[in-house]
Nanobody
């Protein structure tokens, strides 16, 4: 499946952004969908994931600030990001698969200024 992420941008610390990721086909049969991020000079890391049943998993560093959701009818997942910190600056990638990431989108840049 092809994935297209959007919604990134420049925001001040404490602000919010909502990322969207739309799939090229229905995601009703796609169990796992998620977001990873990669900051300059760092490895790509999991941010959040959601299963077809609605079970969610979050990295410790975003718990309480980010919320992942999915709209199967729109073939889209979202990442609501609140209380953003400069450390959240990264390229954010959405992904999908059966039990983990297999297909990846191109990413959207999120920059948080202090």
């Amino acid at each position: 499946v092809q994935l297209q992420a959007c919604g990134g941008g420049l925001v001040q610390a404490g602000g919010s952004l909502r990322l969207s990721c739309t799939a090229s086909r229905s995601i009703f049969g796609t169990n796992y969908m998620g977001w990873h991020r990669q900051a300059p000079g760092k490895e790509r890391e999991l941010v959040a994931s959601i299963t077809i049943g609605g079970s969610t998993n979050y990295a410790d560093f975003v718990k309480g600030r980010f919320t992942i959701s999915r709209d199967n009818a729109k073939s889209t997942i979202y990442l609501q990001m609140n209380s953003l910190e400069p450390e959240d600056t990264a390229v954010y990638y959405c992904n999908a698969g059966a039990r983990g990431p297999r297909d990846w989108g191109k990413g959207t840049q999120v920059t948080v200024s202090s």
